[in-house]
C-alpha cells in the first residue's frame, strides 16, 4: 500500500540491499529474527517503503517517530492525510507487538542515511 509505482519498488529493493549490507555481523540475529522473534528487518522494510512510496513527507514521519513512543503514534493522526492513513495501515499489519522506540530510533538513522 506504501508503494504504488514501479519505480518506488526499485528504490525500496536498491535502498533495502544497501541497509541490508550494512548490517553488521554482531546484529544480523537480530536484524534477521527468528521463528520466536520477529526481525528488526520490519522496521527497517517500513521506514524503507515510506521513504521511497512517500518520500515528501517521510521525514515528517520519522520525525514524529523519533519523538513518540509507538504505542502512542496514531493518537493525533492528521485526518486528511492519506499516507499517513496508509502508513497506520502497513503499520498495524506489519506488526503483531509494536517495537519498541528504541528500534525505530536505531533503524530510522540507518535508513535516513541511504534513503534520502
Given at each position: 500500500p506504501l508503494i504504488q509505482t514501479p519505480r518506488a519498488a526499485k528504490r525500496?529493493?536498491?535502498t533495502y540491499r544497501l541497509v541490508r549490507a550494512?548490517?553488521?555481523?554482531?546484529?544480523?540475529?537480530?536484524?534477521?529474527?527468528?521463528?520466536r522473534l520477529d526481525g528488526e528487518f520490519r522496521v527497517t522494510m517500513?521506514?524503507?517503503a515510506a521513504a521511497a512510496g512517500y518520500p515528501a513527507v517521510a521525514r515528517?514521519?520519522?520525525a514524529k517517530l523519533l519523538v513518540t513512543p509507538p504505542a502512542k503514534l496514531f493518537e493525533e493522526m492528521p485526518a486528511d492525510d492519506?499516507?499517513?492513513t496508509q502508513f497506520?495501515?502497513?503499520y498495524d499489519l506489519t506488526f503483531t507487538t509494536p517495537p519498541s522506540h528504541e528500534i525505530f530510533i536505531k533503524w530510522i538513522s540507518r535508513v535516513e542515511r541511504?534513503?534520502?
Open positions: 525500496l529493493l536498491n550494512s548490517v553488521p555481523q554482531s546484529e544480523w540475529a537480530a536484524f534477521s529474527g527468528d521463528h517500513l521506514l524503507l515528517s514521519w520519522f492519506r499516507g499517513w497506520k495501515y502497513v541511504f534513503a534520502f
